[in-house]
């Protein structure tokens, strides 16, 4: 091969070159954009700084609507795909919204297929009647966003906890007043929230500020009752966990505990405490509790179950 055609070929491989990293993706260390792609990344609610969302859910299910609130297309995120998805979109507005771990959860979608309309249910009729398990540990995220007519979208969206965890510990704190050892217990959480609109409630910023994150709109008229198996323990404890959708500043949780089928703990109205705490119900990001149900002779109390919470409680029964 002479000099010419030598530097003939060498140029051609060079404007091939170019031509290959025109039309691939370009990287970063956040997101890959492709030209014409659009891409949205899902971070835990928590953690702007190491998405962390792997570690609390392990499905997404993807809702895609238009502008006018219709529904597009749904996609089930798992595995390697769990925190990103891309694709071709034409010009235009969109809002999408995923819910984690709805998968297996027990739980359906109601309503017609629209923005406004779409609803997520934990109502259930189960064995006793009016009383429903545990569901799954949900999360929501939602955003808007605008596809412009040839250029790349890529847009994050934080997932907050869209349920509520309630660990219940009971603790006689006179013997005589201690059931005896055995038995089959049982907790019962009344009047908690059992409906989610798709379209969001609250938005608020993320701790660190670079973001939001948004808590699904609740309804108040729509009440579940739940039940739960507990057990004592070796300490002659009772404890039970139960997994709901979230509270709002307003749900008051009728709980109680029963063995053998009999009530052996009242009923007590648990908003006196969560109206205590130095949080908004109605925005917070996640509801993770652990509560110590103390009963003596004259009076019941409730307080944090763990020295690392905050020492609020009081005298509710």
């Not at 859910?57 to 529904?71: I, V």
């Amino acid at each position: 091969m002479n000099k010419t055609n030598r530097k003939t070929y060498s140029l051609c491989i060079v404007c091939h070159l170019v031509l290959m990293v025109l039309s691939s993706c370009a990287f970063d260390d956040e997101l890959c954009i492709c030209p014409d792609r659009t891409h949205i990344e899902y971070w835990y609610a928590g953690n702007s700084s190491d998405n962390q969302l792997p570690h609390y859910a392990n499905n997404l299910r993807q809702y895609l609507f238009d502008a006018e609130g219709r529904l597009l297309d749904t996609n089930m995120l798992r595995g390697d795909s769990l925190t990103a998805w891309e694709a071709k979109l034409p010009a235009g507005d969109y809002t999408i919204t995923a819910w984690g771990n709805m998968e297996n959860s027990d739980i359906e979608t109601t309503g017609n297929p629209q923005l406004g309309s779409l609803r997520l249910s934990a109502e259930q009729a189960g064995v006793p009647p009016g009383f429903r398990g545990n569901v799954g540990r949900l999360y929501y995220g939602t955003a808007t966003f605008t596809v412009e007519d040839g250029l790349p979208c890529r847009k994050r969206v934080y997932l907050s906890h869209a349920h509520a965890l309630l660990s219940v510990t009971v603790r006689w704190m006179e013997d005589e007043e201690r059931p005896e050892a055995g038995g089959t217990y049982r907790m019962q959480l009344k009047d908690i929230p059992a409906r989610y609109d798709f379209i969001k409630g609250w938005e608020t910023d993320i701790p660190s500020g670079d973001g939001v994150y948004a808590i699904p709109g609740i309804s108040n008229n729509t009440l579940v009752n739940h039940e739960t198996k507990a057990a004592m323990t070796y300490d002659q404890e009772v404890e039970g966990q139960f997994t709901t959708f979230r509270y709002t500043g307003s749900t008051h949780q009728l709980w109680s505990l029963w063995r053998n089928g009999k009530q052996i703990v009242k009923e007590l109205d648990l908003h006196k405490f969560f109206s205590s705490l130095p949080m908004d119900m109605n925005r917070n990001i996640k509801q993770e509790f652990d509560i110590l149900i103390s009963i003596y002779k004259d009076k019941i109390t409730v307080t944090f179950a763990s020295a690392s919470d905050w020492s609020e409680g009081g005298v509710i029964g």
